[in-house]
């Protein structure tokens, strides 16, 4: 908990990231979460949530922009913030950095110390391997989540820095709506 005190301390005077709602827009977002909608990150609109089951994910990670699927057809979008160890594909145990590469949702964590995750099942058996050719540990506990547990207030703000430890966050909210419509299985491409 102390590592994110820092973060919040430090991220508060930088300059929003271009891929960060404006400052204008958190109240707006967070207003729309809180009453159980769901922002329209394109539009800037607070839209109804829509009650689906998710067949597939996708995460670019340099537009740090991540869209939900039913059908071939896209349901949900959102803005994400990613690890502090850059866009570069994880190398390594420890790098703070999300992984690329096609993988499943292997579980859901309601005792999340960040509100509620989604385990991705990173790092693959080729992954092991080169990173093991290496001389490394490859990593793991690669996580879709939430805010740290008592700080969800922050909310949509926390888009202004990459914090994490190398998983992919999105407000509570978000991850409210998100761990009831992806089930186990579900496929998730993540992409540079």
């Not at 919040?8 to 729309?32: H, K």
């Not at 609109?45 to 670019?60: G, K, M, N, T």
């Not at 537009?63 to 994400?80: D, K, L």
Request: include cysteine; proline fraction near 5%; charged fraction near 20%.
């Amino acid at each position: 908990m102390r590592r994110w005190a820092v973060i919040l301390a430090v991220a508060a005077p930088l300059s929003f990231a271009a891929y960060a709602a404006g400052s204008s827009n958190f109240v707006a977002i967070d207003r729309c979460l809180d009453a159980a909608g769901a922002w329209n990150y394109r539009t800037n609109r607070c839209e109804a949530a829509p009650s689906v089951i998710v067949d597939r994910i996708y995460v670019s990670k340099s537009q740090h922009w991540m869209a939900v699927y039913q059908g071939g057809q896209i349901v949900r979008e959102f803005r994400v913030a990613l690890g502090r160890g850059g866009l570069k594909p994880k190398e390594r145990e420890g790098d703070g950095r999300v992984p690329e590469g096609l993988y499943r949702i292997s579980a859901h964590n309601p005792e999340s110390a960040y509100h509620l995750s989604l385990r991705i099942d990173y790092p693959t058996p080729e992954q092991s391997a080169q990173a093991a050719a290496r001389g490394l540990k490859a990593g793991g506990d690669i996580m879709i989540h939430g805010l740290p547990n008592g700080r969800g207030w922050v909310g949509s703000r926390h888009l202004r820095v990459d914090w994490t430890e190398g998983c992919i966050a999105l407000t509570d909210s978000e991850m409210d709506w998100l761990y009831r419509a992806v089930p186990d299985g579900t496929p998730i491409e993540i992409r540079a």
